[in-house]
């Protein structure tokens, strides 16, 4: 008797697990991520490879990405876009417009500040309990022996977001050192685009289909 | 009788004033302000000048400025070094670095995003009934003939400025045409600097004389 | 009588003249010079208007204009492209990307290294006693009241140049001043573009002929 | 008498070389090599290890590096400074500036722009039965994973000096990599700068004496 009263007592939260609210995963980022939504998205890319580990509809995935965006758009916009959303999971994916913009108009983003500006950022979606999961800037530019212009900026930014993630015990999905891996072994030419993007920063739908994977691969952990 | 009985109609709000708390007014900016608190800097001697016309004790003078700061750094910590101080008034005196550190270090700030950012700082003040003025930003060069490097992305920006306090309705201290006014009467050796800047961009003793003369005028106005 | 032999004595030297060989006429320049030997372009223009004035037979006119060049790649390919030509008129028109590639791609010019070789290209040409006539570079942006980007950069560039054609006694055909006359008559919404360029630089058909009527001007000149 | 006449037969060759002209060796560059000729400088150094190794009569050092100086620099005063003092060989060392003033005042020079000048200079050189030992640029910082800001750059343009050595069958320094492999092993804590350069860029006096080192071999080589 007592025995099975036990495993009900463990089967009935179980079940209500199953019958609460998908977990709201927001997507917070740049034009890579506004197009991540797009029936090619890496967005929509990782919801149907959650459908199909029969996890869809645990998940409720939102995208949150607006061109152009640097880090201080997203704190800009962060209250209206991600915490009135409520969401439980936050991925930050930021970086590459202010390192880019530097060289191509003048209107990049200082270390100091993009780290401040990250920190603010973290600290109003702690306050809210919620999951971050902070990523690297992936590539400007897919030569994979660190002679695209702004790679050396890419690696510092880079390291400033794996210390973000250090100090602030969060998790890190470390998207940038995934592309350089998968372009060590898979860009044998050396070719600047056409391998994981477009036009050196924007994903074809092999990109895409990479990043979906290291997002739901990082989702799922832990 | 009618006579007396009216100047103590006027009399007693009078003092009624004096006892009243000093109207607190928040000089906001970058190094240019930063420096302003010190012995010569605008905002000492705006407080000097106050203090000369008999109003000292009706203004308490607050300086706000911190070196580099871009207009995105100022929306960043303004709960803590503005909103917090419960000021009456608020000088904004920003945009020198958005221009600037395009050419410098590229790192400026958008135009798009300039303004962004300045109406979310005149927004979070209006909130508080704050009274606001808003500044062009002064100069990078001194040369009258807009032969300075950055001088029609300045002339850009403070346009945008003029509209941002024509659409808001709120008081603007032009003092981008102060200067270059200035300037047409009192550089006619067309020097890059020397005049109100030792360096282009920072004032000297007769800049910061200017700057304060300036804003004192713009305070008691209206 | 008289008057037959008044015709013959001035036509004996128009048939002269005739004879001669036209005058070389090297347009030396950047990608606007590489359009404007287009049909629409203004050295095809310019050839026009001289035909229209019957001066066709005596005026040689040659583009030499490639995309992107800067005054040291003038310098660079000027043996080859003007010298070895033998020309006996060259008009110099660049700085325009010297200006903008500054802010477009880092690229661009330093105001006294521009110097140095626009004074090697005038050095080269003189020892060959071509006639020279520099120009100051037009636009990037049509905005009339200096708040294009890079007008300040442009207007000290011009006066550099005005300098250059001071200092070695040479003809000066102000561009710069002649688009800013222009278009501050002619572009009463102060748009940024569609008036004499396409894109802010590049010569609508309208800028064509503009600048093909100064050229001409500034050719027949003395 | 055998002694005596062997000892003739090594002297007339000696005799005949002391006889003979040192090598003239130019290095040409930037403000590195300007500084080079200083007496702590790498090129006084250079001299120094050939006389301590008994070299000293057999080569004539001279500096021609000045401050500033960019590949289309070192094109446009070759001749006054390099081809008339009729040098044996030429180090060229170039490249830093071209990079660097990307960031800091817009004015670097295009890849494209680097190779067309850089072949110009090379076959200026060659016209005259010069050997020519091309040098990649050092660093600017001296972090050893890739990460200081321009790092990208400086290996993209380092590839062009291989390339350019390669296709011209010419002699490579390759001072990148030789800081590059110094720096791993030596820049435990990955600094910025105070290992081979005290800014980032310019060499401290082990820096010199490491430049001087592989210079001197290079010379020597073959």
Redesign the interface.
Known sequence: MYRILRILVVAIPLLAMKQDKPLRVIFFGDSITQAGVKPQGYITKAGEMLGSKGLGAQYELMGAGIGGNKV??L??RMDEDVLDKKPDVVFIYVGINDVW??????????PD?YV??YE?IIKKLKAQNIRIILCTPSVI?ERN????????????YS?LIRDLADRNNLQLLDLRKEFQDYLSANNPENKEKGILTSDRVHLTEAGNTFVAEKMVEALLKK
């Open positions: 201080y758009d704190y800009l913009h530097k060289a191509s108009s003048g209107t990049g983003t200082d500040k401040k500006f603010a530019g022996d660190n002679s695209n212009q702004q790679d050396g900026d890419l690696n510092q390291k």
